[in-house]
């Protein structure tokens, strides 16, 4: 990155944190946030005791227990031993190295994507990173955020710096209008199974355009934060007055003169005209219809409208076997109407759609509706904070009047590590970022969808969007 | 990360080649929370096995592992250097290595020397017939020597420099500690710290 032509915003961001460069040498980057949590920060920890050295900056630093956290009983000790350890291990290393923890029962507890941004935290043209792939939702921000390896872990705790080979840059532009009841969980579904999981590899990912500048800055976290499912190492959204507006008053957020130079400096982070990108992907928000998954893989996505495809309809041999093994796995056959699947699970949450509006849009398709007899739904918010806030409008009461679960603030289901799992050949529809085999738990079958998606389709049982639901009332 | 010039030691000959990551250290000991402590796991499988190697009284106390080639294939699992470090190792010779794993060895301060193939079997065969002998590897010279013997090995010269430096990434991160410390005094004053907390 770096040349006398115009610059885009990545690298705008990557040239303002560069402490030192030398031919044929990675640059050596400067962190301004590392967020920690329990399942790959014990080793880190424990190299740095080996070392006899201290975290460098505790202030730049902030740890939570998101992954292994159980979402009912949270008072009590957690069942499961090695995830008990992971968490006490966790305390025991912030207590010992100086660093903030948001533990079970804190305020600002919560998965460690979505405290970061919560607390104003994570900001504009900041570098971000954490031992966890789904970094990149921060760059909703237009921060330039990651994630890291156990061992650089410790090395951005030891010394806030990190050694890096520059990124190339996808720019992915999405032009038009979204139609109602059409998410940022759509847009990056359908990105997906465009570009397939490894279209972003060794890329930085800016998206662009009228449809993304339209997003909140809840929707821009949910594109930006499956941006590693194309095979991106970040994805960016440059700043504006959404971002701002969002960020202003946060707890961590500059105040007075502070702010106004802020802000000052994020007008600034914008791709120059003349920038060039190495590749570019362009997206029609027009046409697109809510999107789901029907493989094990997010790129294996179609929408709601349509069949599952035929594998032999794949030109490439990799692609075709691919989807006949994961039609296997899902006990799916090509040309079932994806409307016809019928669930076991609805999940609610994760660091892609556990936010405040994630859980309005749910709850406004639910209200006055009950979850279909035979499923079960869990609504798991993505933070303490979401949580008091759902509370607060009453939304914790929705979910239980249609007959759905309303749990305690974590990763949950998304990753299955805690007790909320799929028995196996169970069948969810999941507002998470994964389907792959047995991530909700062993032998489970994951279809990925957006908030109103899953929660029409808690509803009628099988994968269904809102529209569906005001069909049958009529 | 201890300074790398000489090392004198037994030597283990292990008789295998494509030594995956996973037989060096299986999966079940990856959910530790520790860095150290993983001697128990190393070769754990083939150590079920009472004749293997490992378990016979001559080889107690070596430090030199000399495989057969392709070591350390498979998963990049960091934990394989960890447990062959754990266990008293402080060299591998063989003729050659899966790139992460050599890698990850650099970086964790074991040598991971590259021997030819002959020179290989020579060892293994001296060590066999007297499981005493001292072999030594000069990294300054880069040459082993065992039982009035030599044999030269290839190593690349940053990683040499680096082990017997003793630097690690971090390590040589902190050579530059001054200019992180000068970037950090242009940084901005409305950049956010966690600390003291703020809630809400
Ligand atoms: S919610 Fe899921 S994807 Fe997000 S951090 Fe937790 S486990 Fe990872």
Not at chain 1, 318 to 342: H, Q, S, V
Request: aromatic fraction near 6%; charge should be negative.
């Amino acid at each position: 990155m770096g040349s006398t032509m115009g610059r885009t915003l990545a690298q705008k961001v990557w040239d303002a944190h560069v402490v030192r460069s030398a031919d044929g040498e990675p640059d050596l980057l400067y962190i301004d946030l590392h967020l920690v949590h329990e399942v790959t920060s014990p080793q880190a920890f424990d190299g740095l005791r080996l070392a006899g050295r201290p975290v460098r900056r505790p202030d730049l630093t902030i740890a939570t227990e998101d992954h292994n956290v159980p979402t009912v009983d949270i008072d009590k000790p957690i069942a499961d031993l090695v995830s008990r350890t992971q968490v006490e291990t966790l305390r025991r290393n912030c207590a010992e190295f100086g660093v903030r923890l948001a533990p079970m029962g804190d305020i600002d507890q919560g998965i460690v994507h979505v405290i970061g941004p919560q607390l104003g935290l994570t900001q504009p043209g900041m570098t971000v990173v954490c031992g966890d792939s789904h970094t990149s939702t921060h760059g909703a921000f237009g921060a330039l955020a990651f994630g890291i390896g156990t061992s650089e872990v410790e090395h951005v705790l030891a010394t806030q710096t990190l050694p890096l080979r520059p990124f190339k840059t996808m720019a992915v532009e999405v032009r038009g209008k979204l139609a109602p009841g059409v998410t940022a969980k759509d847009i990056v579904l359908a990105l997906i199974t465009q570009i397939g999981t490894g279209g972003g590899q060794g890329h930085v990912i800016e998206y662009r355009g009228e449809a993304i500048e339209a997003l909140s800055v809840e929707a821009r976290m949910t594109i930006c934060n499956m941006s590693i499912e194309a095979g991106a190492r970040a994805g960016m959204i440059a700043p504006d007055d959404t971002t701002f507006e969002y960020l202003e008053g946060r707890p961590h957020a500059a105040e007075g003169a502070d702010w106004d130079a802020a802000v000052a400096y994020w007008r600034g982070l914008r791709t120059d005209d003349d920038a060039e990108f190495d590749t570019v992907v362009e997206l029609d928000a027009s046409t697109l219809t809510p999107f789901v998954t029907w493989g094990t893989n997010p790129g294996q996505g179609a929408p709601l409208g349509a069949e599952i495809p035929n594998p032999a309809s794949f030109a490439n041999p990799a692609d075709r076997a691919a989807a006949e093994r994961a039609l296997e796995y899902m006990g799916l056959e090509a040309g079932t109407k994806l409307r016809d699947i019928a669930v076991d699970t609805v999940f609610v949450g994760s660091c892609t759609n556990g936010r405040i509006e994630d859980l309005r849009a749910a709850a406004e398709v639910i209200k006055g509706r009950k979850v279909a007899d035979g499923v079960r739904m869990l609504v798991v918010p993505g933070s303490v904070r979401v949580r008091l806030q759902a509370m607060e409008e009453g939304l914790d009461q929705v979910f239980l009047d249609a007959g759905a679960e309303w749990r305690g603030a974590g990763c949950s289901m998304c990753l299955g590590m805690n007790p909320d799992q799929l028995a196996p050949q169970e069948r969810s529809a999941s507002t998470s970022n994964r389907n792959f085999e047995g991530r909700q738990g062993k032998g489970g079958r994951t279809h990925l969808v957006s908030p109103l998606v899953a929660a029409a389709t808690a509803v009628t049982g099988r994968l269904s969007s809102p529209s569906d639901l005001d069909r049958v009332e009529v | 990360m201890e300074k790398f010039t000489i090392h004198t030691g037994r030597a283990l000959p292990l008789r295998r080649s494509n030594v995956d990551t996973d037989q060096i250290i299986p999966a079940e000991y990856l959910k530790r929370v520790t860095r150290t402590g993983f001697e128990d796991g190393l070769f754990a499988a083939w150590r079920k096995d009472p004749d293997f190697i490992l378990n016979q009284p001559q080889y107690a106390g070596v430090s030199v592992l000399v495989a057969g080639p392709d070591f350390g294939t498979g998963s990049s699992r960091e934990h394989a250097v960890w447990a062959l470090n754990d266990y008293g190792f402080r060299v591998v010779l063989s003729s050659r290595y899966a790139d992460i794993f050599r890698g990850n060895s650099s970086k964790a301060g074991l040598l991971t020397a590259v021997v030819a193939e002959d020179r290989i079997e020579q060892i293994w065969a001296d060590v066999e017939a007297d499981p005493a002998t001292e072999v030594t590897v000069d990294l300054a010279a880069r040459e082993v020597r065992w039982a009035g013997q030599t044999a030269p090995f290839d190593i690349d010269d940053y990683t040499r420099w680096r082990l017997m430096e003793g630097l690690d990434d971090i390590g040589l991160t902190l050579r530059h500690e001054e200019m992180v410390t000068e970037f950090e005094h242009s940084r901005p004053g409305w950049l956010p710290r966690t600390l003291p907390a703020k809630s809400g």
